[in-house]
């Protein structure tokens, strides 16, 4: 029992050895393209499912050029801008009517 | 024959005297009552004048009312007004008619009752102006709460811009004068507010310094909002840019 125990202990340790090393080699080849220690490699995953908007990255400091809104926005503010022309236009003519030194003029006298 | 008395004769005489003046007095009396144009009426030829404005006067206020009734009160002052003027037509219309159907004995008694039509409705000297006015207020609050809108868009917007900002800032600073003497709804501009209570009145010296106050504040009030839209493109051309 006594020789044999070194023996089986030496085998047993050959094998885990073996195998061991065997799992190991996979896992540490994965280790470096998953688990890369610099975060630009983060965004390289992304585009796989799916690329990421303009709007959606973080503004830089200091930098306004990234909060620009689209043109869309800015389409629609503009037709807002004319809808309020339009009222203001619309006020022109009775601004101008409630002059009351004009209107007065229709006035007249009882013959 | 022979036995008819001299003083028969004049009995006689005088019935049919007095039948005559009954007649002729009874188809004068016809003739006032339908308004004819009898001799002793005076004035006549001064009707189809009073007419003629009377009519013009109720299409006037006809078309003011359709105006206040377009807009959306948003100052609460239409409702009040449009009841004024539909009053004012009526008794304008009512007025005519007494006027056509009547024989006045002078034409001094004419003047007097057409003279109603000018001084207790003042149609042009008071109604006019006084009923633009609330619109123009009704108009200038529509536009003053859309560029607000476009402003408090803006301001999410400009982020750092500097022209934008300042541009920005020149559409608030109008729009805050406009807010000045329009008001902010549902509480009309001092000026403005005014104008709701004026009443026509043989003097109208007091009615016609209110109107003049609003309409200069309309006017004000119009330059500053053309000013803010100005600076409203403005701000988008900046973010453009």
Known sequence: MNRVRPLARVAALAVVAVLGTGCGTSENKATPITGGSTPTTVPSVVPSTGRPTRTSVPPTAGSGASNRPSSGELAALQQQLNDAGSSISAADSAVVSSDVNTAKAQEGSAP | ?241
């Open chain 2, 1 to 241: 024959m022979s036995g008819v008395t001299f003083r028969q004769i004049v009995i006689a005489v005088a019935l049919v005297a007095v039948s005559t003046l009954v007649a002729v007095g009874s188809a004068g009396a016809l003739g006032e009552a339908a308004g004819g144009g009898t001799e002793h009426c005076k004035g006549l030829d001064a009707k189809p004048i009073v007419h003629a404005d009377a009519l013009r006067r109720e299409t006037t206020l006809a078309d003011l009312v359709a105006k206040l009734q377009a807009r959306k009160d948003p100052f609460a002052m239409n409702r009040g007004q449009i009841a004024t003027l539909q009053q004012a037509n009526t008794a304008v219309a009512a007025l005519d008619s007494k006027i056509q159907a009547t024989c006045y004995p002078t034409r001094a008694a004419l003047h007097a009752d057409a003279s109603m039509l000018w001084t207790n409705y003042r149609v042009y000297w008071l109604r006019v102006p006084q009923s633009h006015a609330i619109e123009a207020a009704d108009h200038l609050e529509e536009a003053r709460t859309r560029l607000g809108t476009v402003a408090e868009k803006l301001s999410g917007l400009v982020g750092t811009h500097p022209q934008a900002t300042a541009d920005l800032e020149a559409m608030n600073t109008a729009l805050g004068s406009a807010d000045a003497k329009l008001g902010v709804a549902p509480t009309p501009g001092q000026s403005i507010a005014a104008v709701r209570n004026l009443q026509p009145a043989v003097d109208m010296t007091a009615d016609t310094t209110v109107l003049e106050a609003a309409h200069n504040d309309l006017l004000s009030i119009y330059q500053q909002l053309m000013t803010a839209r100005a600076d409203g493109l403005k701000v988008i051309s900046d973010l453009q840019g």
